[in-house]
Nanobody
């Protein structure tokens, strides 16, 4: 069982930066693939970024590629999402997720791949 707690959200102007953190409980954090998703009002939850258990492989949605960076520190049981050059369309609740399934890059983009979810943190980008 894994519990995930996100932090770092807030209000920022367009062009600014935020770093989200997701702290995980449990001794097997390093064996989980991790992902970030977001959900804007009236829209479906969408994939933002994913990372392999070792941190050696990362994946991004086209909409954030080149602006967002996902990373993890297994010693601290934490995954991060560095968000730069933020745009108003990045406004959403951001969720951290963990999967204990066999690592599968194509499936990383789907919310159904993940077994555990955090409560979310609000990111608001003003124009």
């Amino acid at each position: 069982q894994v519990q995930l707690v996100e932090s770092g959200g807030g209000l920022v102007q367009a062009g600014g930066s935020l770093r989200l953190s997701c702290a995980a409980s449990g001794r097997t954090f390093s064996s989980y693939a991790m992902g970030w998703f977001r959900q804007a009002p009236g829209k479906e939850r969408e994939f933002v970024a994913g990372i392999s258990w070792s941190g050696g492989r990362t994946y991004y949605a086209d909409s954030v590629k080149g602006r967002f960076t996902i990373s993890r520190d297994n010693a601290k049981n934490t995954v991060y999402l560095q968000m730069n050059s933020l745009k108003p369309e990045d406004t959403a609740v951001y969720y951290c997720a963990a999967s204990d399934k066999s690592f599968s890059p194509p499936k990383l983009y789907s919310s159904s791949y993940y077994d555990y979810w955090g409560q979310g943190t609000q990111v608001t980008v003003s124009s």
